[in-house]
């Protein structure tokens, strides 16, 4: 959670310099858009969650489901988080009981959209990845564990773009001005210009090979805690998807 899961870069509130860190993990408007206001909720002990069991906090991040029934909406990558190993998911429960309290309250998040009635049927296991650098622990780390995906894949009216993985194109609005979600394919117009190095280097730094500083919403700063060897799998994985031209913005 602290490196290539970066909950934090959505559950801790922002100050002038990035997360505050001395707050971590306790909330904050996330998005305003035209679909949704969504505020990520306190996940600390003081939040909600203090008082929910080992296994409602587990399905509420692998389903989507809060223990009173009512449906977590985006962009909690939950299409992402049923992918989550047990072991995984059975961690990041554990750490979060361990974290200090936080008083932060946070509003509801509302949807101007229709939220499906479930995200999927209930998940009953998931095998765990075997970890080394290969494309299918990259795949792993990519999509459900650090929701790369979720990001750089290009957005439509019914949802992610999955003919079109990694794209890139999607916009994001924050107190940086526009950035937009880089292309991660191995297209001319993606990372096919890039050494590994560099992709290394822009994932973990946030800083491009001509030395320019890239935006957020990209969590950095986590995933510098990140194993390098997860950073190079990932970049394998990266490299094995079919090579697509960024959508051209509407």
């Known amino acids: 959670m602290e490196a290539i899961g970066a909950c934090g870069n959505c559950h801790t509130p922002f100050g002038p310099n990035g997360p505050d860190q001395g707050r971590a993990l306790s909330g904050r408007l996330v998005d305003d858009n035209p679909a949704f206001t969504a ?26 489901l809060r223990p009173d029934g009512t449906l977590i909406g985006p962009p909690m990558p939950i299409g992402l988080y049923r992918g989550l190993s047990d072991s995984d998911l059975a961690a990041i429960v554990a750490y979060l009981r361990t974290v200090p309290a936080v008083e932060n309250t946070v509003p509801p998040s509302v949807y101007r959209i229709a939220l499906p009635p479930s995200w999927g049927p209930p998940v009953d296991h998931v095998a765990d990845v075997p970890a080394g650098q290969t494309i299918a622990y990259g795949a792993y780390l990519a999509g459900p564990v650090a929701h790369c995906m979720e990001c750089h894949t290009p957005m439509t009216p019914q949802g992610p773009d999955h003919d079109n993985p990694g794209a890139g194109g999607m916009v994001f609005n924050g107190p940086w001005g526009e950035s937009v979600a880089a292309n991660l394919t191995p297209h001319p117009e993606g990372i096919a210009r890039w050494s590994d190095a560099d992709l290394a280097r822009m994932i973990t730094t946030g800083t491009r090979p001509d030395g320019t500083q890239m935006l957020p919403p990209m969590g950095y700063g986590y995933y510098a805690q990140a194993k390098p060897e997860d950073i190079s799998a990932i970049i394998l ?12 913005r509407p």
């Open 237 to 248: 994985y990266l490299r094995a998807l079919p090579p697509r031209p960024t959508p051209e």
């Open 39 to 64: 505020y990520a909720p306190n996940i600390t002990p003081a939040g909600p969650v203090g008082s929910w069991s080992d296994a409602d906090l587990a399905r509420a991040i692998r389903e989507g």
